[in-house]
């Protein structure tokens, strides 16, 4: 962590080179006026809860994100009920929902690690 932060890089494989980001949905993130104004919120927390990490994340600098955290995002970013029923059935897999979809959920993913800093 320390080598990441203060020198830009990371070891290959190094358990040890890890940040910890707030994730959006958790009350912590400050960010209640885009909760209020998105209609799908409640069905997206109702998917949301069964996340059993608390309110941060690791994200390891030498490896991708897990599937289940790309996944929450993408319950994040749906914009849709139809989206939302999708992500429910298909649980955590490595195929994107959509294109839109998916740039959103980066998006999300991108600002939480930009909160970071």
């Given amino acids: 962590r320390e080598l990441l932060i203060s020198y830009g890089f990371a070891l290959l494989d ?3 080179d890890w940040v910890s980001i707030s994730l959006p949905w958790s009350k912590s993130s400050g960010d209640e006026r885009a ?3 998105d209609p799908l919120m409640t069905a997206k927390l109702a998917l949301l809860c069964h ?3 608390g309110d941060v994340a690791k994200i390891y600098a030498s490896c991708v994100p ?4 790309l996944w929450l995002f993408r319950i994040w970013g749906a914009s849709s ?4 029923a999708t992500l429910r059935q298909q649980g955590p897999v490595d195929l994107p929902l959509s ?3 998916e740039i959103s959920a980066l998006r ?3 600002s939480a690690l930009r909160a970071y800093r």
């Fill in 14 to 16: 190094n358990p040890w």
């Fill in 35 to 37: 909760r209020a104004a």
């Fill in 51 to 53: 996340y059993d990490g």
């Fill in 66 to 69: 897990s599937r289940q955290l």
């Fill in 81 to 84: 009920s139809a989206d939302l």
């Fill in 99 to 101: 294109e839109e979809n």
């Fill in 108 to 110: 999300a993913y991108r």
